[in-house]
């Protein structure tokens, strides 16, 4: 089966710019995650999806940052505007179990991610 | 405060030795803890999960220990190999919903 896919690979931007990033499941995945990787440190997680509804977002910063799974598939992430501090890797990651079944409990699967660069 | 450490400190053994990672937890009541693979460039890879009942799994040259009492966890890879060269990421739930909190990572560097 076809992993989960994201873009773009890599960006470079400006502070106080916006960006977007774009992340596609594996078909069939119910549960949808945005984590962000500061050099050296391990993933910290955004955002959680199950379907198109939000089930944890309390380490977004909400003042710059959203993300939305209109469809309950694809999800988009973006940062408005950017900050230095902003400069990490933005992994996407799915697994199929839905949260009354624990879906922490289950492998993710992760994208390659997008590295962020913020000048 | 919740925390999970790992060495940040790469580990540096030679080829066909056991490589040893340790993950430490405080002011968790994890019922599962997972390990993963991060090679540079890419998302992390599933290795293993390991429920609080259980001690220890194996899957091949992987096994994984899980002690509640002293709230760690060990990851040993049995005759190592270059190719095992990687970061590796400990990963917990939280006291609440089902968010997954990872280490930080240790570095392992096996030389051939």
């Known amino acids: 089966e076809a992993g989960v896919a994201q873009s773009p690979r890599y960006k470079i931007i400006e502070k106080r710019q916006s960006v977007a990033f774009w992340c596609n499941p594996i078909?069939?995945?119910?549960?949808l995650y945005w984590y962000q990787q500061i050099l050296g440190q391990g993933p910290k997680l955004l955002i959680q999806?199950?379907?198109?509804?939000?089930?944890?977002d309390s380490q977004l910063p909400k003042d710059r940052f959203s993300a939305e799974r209109l469809k309950g598939v694809d999800s988009t992430l973006k940062i408005q505007p950017a900050k230095l501090e902003d400069s990490a890797v933005y992994l996407c990651a799915s697994n199929s179990r839905g949260t009354s079944g624990g879906a922490g409990y289950n492998e993710q699967f992760f994208g390659p991610g997008t590295r962020l660069t913020v000048l | 405060s919740q925390k999970i450490e790992q060495n940040s400190e790469a580990l540096n053994i030679q080829e066909g030795k056991t490589a040893t990672l340790t993950c430490n937890y405080t002011n968790y009541s994890p019922a599962y803890l997972q390990w993963y693979r991060q090679d540079p460039g890419r998302g992390p890879v599933f290795l293993l999960l390991?429920?609080?009942?259980?001690k220890e799994k194996r899957k091949e040259r992987l096994k994984v220990t899980f002690d509640t009492t002293l709230k760690q966890s060990l990851f040993h890879i049995t005759a190592s190999q270059p190719a095992d060269s990687a970061t590796y990421l400990c990963a917990l739930r939280g006291n609440a919903g089902n968010m997954l909190t990872f280490g930080g990572g240790t570095r392992l560097m096996v030389k051939p």
């Open positions: 078909s069939g995945h119910a549960t």
């Open positions: 999806f199950q379907n198109n509804g939000v089930v944890d």
């Open positions: 390991i429920r609080e009942n259980e």
